[in-house]
């Protein structure tokens, strides 16, 4: 039965895809599922399909008929692998194209905390793996069976630490690039270091971070946000806001020498 949460006009889309080829199952996600949305948001359905049994076509969603863009396969990167920009009944509808044999295994990875950080369309510090463990644990299945991972301890050490490394990186280029009076060099690594810190903190309380939206303010750094503003392009500047980013984050840039 289709979740109350979602409205009337999603029905016959959500009984649709459950019956596409290859499809084994229809999730909500995104802010509607965790209740975090606003009243224009867009609605996120997960559609899982398993690769090794029958390959999902994008041909068969761009058959339903309804307006918008499907892509390909891969089109969108190595994790968020592919989707759709729907319009239903005046509703923005978002597909989220996932292929459950893969999911399954960093699923298996995450829980033993292991993950990659990969090149993804749309994030700044990419994508980690372990956000395919994070949609199905925040997520409301619609249709088919889903797992229904946990944050494990292992994957909460292991990826608190991770991030937490490479924001002193990122302040320390953010530092060389200062000196050198590189503005926008400089301010990019300093997006990069509030951005791990972001994520260093809430893996280290087991809070899922599907993506990079809200992801500062739920770290509680939205006061960086200010220091980003900042005008001055002059080198002692530059310092001066690595330094006070630095202190905000509660991280030292690495010093190699």
Sequence with gaps: MTSPATPPQL?????????????????????????????????????YYRAGERPLDPNDVRAL??????????????????????????????????DLDLVECWLTEAHAGRFKVLDQHGYLVGAPTYILAGELAVGRPLRGPLPRPEFSEALGASASRYWHGRAR????????????????????????????????????????ALNEKRLVERAGLRPTEGLMSTENQSAVGLAATVTQVSVAIGIEPLRPR
């Design 65 to 98: 008929g309804y307006l918008g863009e499907v892509s390909e396969l891969g089109a969108w990167g190595p994790i968020v692998n592919g989707g759709a920009w729907l319009t239903v009944a005046g509703t923005p509808v978002d597909l989220l194209f996932r």
């Design 11 to 47: 029905h016959a889309l959500i009984e649709k895809l459950a019956v596409v080829p290859g499809v084994v199952a229809v999730a909500l996600g995104g802010s509607r599922a965790t209740g975090s949305a606003r009243p224009d948001s867009d609605w996120d359905l997960g559609v």
């Design 169 to 208: 990186v990122s302040l320390m280029f953010a530092a060389i690039y200062a000196q050198a009076g590189e503005r926008v060099s400089c301010l990019g690594m300093l997006a990069s270091a509030i951005l791990c810190a972001a994520h260093s903190r809430l893996t280290s309380r087991r809070e899922w």
